[in-house]
């Protein structure tokens, strides 16, 4: 199923290489394709949503925090140079931060998501147009789903172009999912077609995709908790065990330079590890 919501995205330049532009219904092209620094204003962006009021204030307090943290484990542990343990805990910390960020962004639109739909397939079984269909889904769902969804009826309603209105709706939600439906919406306007049995098609295979996804992850849920295990006994060893009953070794694998080859070993292979067996996960199917 989720097969069936990637489609369209993974062979966009197939279909658009092989459509005349002027014949073609879904340019798909423009939907998807966005600069590398638009990109990085799109995250920024999306990111300043997420973290709502005051957004730069509160990355410059996450950002501090950050740094202490970092500062408090190298002097507590590890005993590296400011200069390289500030750095790196910036680093990590806004890689943790961005993927909460979006991991709880993607958790409310998968939540509100097929809420929207339902509401717009019954919208327009009752007579609605598109337009005014959208707007009411707008209004009545408070969310971020909600609110894209009643800006985009707002600028459909001004005028705008439906390709323009559909890619900055995409660059908001750049999910599989919702690409889907921006195709669906864009093809409908320009062909026509019974919108409602698509949208209730859409919903349903999300609903399964989301099943799958549950069904996958409970079946290598026992694998990813050995690999867990595994990947923290190392270090719990070194930073829990070696430093307060065997200081001495401790500091060896700190501070020494023969040491500290062993130590750049463990946490090379752990690395290694840990990326083969993600990667492992990852190409789990349901």
């Given at each position: 199923?989720r097969?069936?919501?990637?489609?369209?995205?993974?062979?966009?330049?197939?279909?658009?290489?092989t459509?005349?532009?002027?014949?073609?219904?879904?340019?798909?092209?423009?939907?998807?394709?966005?600069?590398?620094?638009?990109?990085?204003?799109?995250?920024?962006?999306?990111?300043?949503?997420?973290?709502?009021?005051?957004?730069?204030f509160k990355?410059?307090?996450?950002?501090?925090?950050?740094?202490?943290?970092?500062?408090?484990?190298?002097?507590?542990?590890?005993?590296?140079?400011?200069?390289?343990?500030?750095p790196?805990?910036?680093?990590?910390?806004?890689?943790f931060?961005?993927?909460?960020?979006?991991?709880?962004?993607?958790?409310?639109?998968?939540?509100?998501?097929?809420?929207?739909?339902?509401?717009?397939?019954?919208?327009?079984?009752?007579?609605?147009?598109?337009?005014?269909?959208?707007?009411?889904?707008?209004?009545?769902?408070?969310?971020?789903?909600?609110?894209?969804?009643?800006?985009?009826g707002e600028?459909?309603?001004?005028?705008?172009?439906?390709?323009?209105?559909?890619?900055?709706?995409?660059?908001?939600?750049?999910?599989?999912?919702?690409?889907?439906?921006?195709?669906?919406?864009?093809?409908?306007?320009?062909?026509?077609?019974?919108?409602?049995?698509?949208?209730?098609?859409?919903?349903?295979i999300?609903?399964?995709?989301?099943?799958?996804?549950?069904?996958?992850?409970?079946?290598?849920?026992?694998?990813?908790?050995?690999?867990?295990?595994?990947?923290?006994?190392?270090?719990?060893?070194?930073?829990?065990?070696?430093?307060?009953?065997?200081?001495?070794?401790?500091?060896?694998?700190?501070?020494?330079?023969?040491?500290?080859?062993?130590?750049?070993?463990?946490?090379?292979?752990?690395?290694?590890?840990?990326?083969?067996?993600?990667?492992?996960?990852?190409?789990?199917?349901?």
């Amino acid at each position: 199923m989720r097969a069936r919501l990637n489609f369209l995205d993974e062979q966009k330049d197939f279909f658009y290489e092989t459509s005349l532009e002027e014949n073609s219904a879904i340019d798909l092209e423009r939907l998807s394709y966005i600069p590398w620094y638009r990109r990085a204003s799109r995250a920024y962006s999306n990111l300043s949503k997420e973290l709502g009021a005051f957004p730069t204030f509160k990355l410059i307090v996450y950002f501090m925090c950050c740094m202490l943290a970092g500062y408090y484990l190298n002097s507590t542990f590890f005993g590296f140079s400011l200069k390289l343990a500030l750095p790196v805990s910036l680093f990590f910390g806004f890689i943790f931060g961005a993927q909460y960020l979006n991991w709880q962004a993607k958790k409310r639109f998968d939540e509100s998501f097929p809420e929207a739909l339902n509401m717009l397939a019954s919208a327009i079984s009752a007579g609605e147009s598109l337009m005014h269909s959208i707007i009411y889904v707008g209004e009545n769902i408070e969310s971020s789903v909600g609110k894209e969804f009643k800006r985009m009826g707002e600028h459909l309603k001004i005028g705008d172009s439906p390709d323009e209105v559909f890619r900055k709706a995409c660059t908001r939600f750049p999910y599989p999912a919702f690409r889907f439906f921006v195709i669906t919406m864009r093809a409908n306007i320009a062909r026509g077609g019974q919108l409602r049995g698509i949208i209730t098609n859409l919903n349903r295979i999300m609903f399964e995709a989301r099943a799958i996804d549950k069904k996958k992850y409970a079946l290598t849920s026992e694998a990813r908790a050995s690999a867990k295990i595994v990947f923290a006994i190392p270090f719990i060893f070194l930073f829990g065990v070696m430093r307060f009953l065997m200081p001495e070794n401790y500091f060896f694998v700190m501070e020494d330079e023969t040491g500290k080859q062993i130590l750049y070993y463990m946490l090379i292979s752990e690395a290694i590890g840990m990326l083969i067996i993600y990667l492992i996960m990852k190409g789990v199917k349901a």
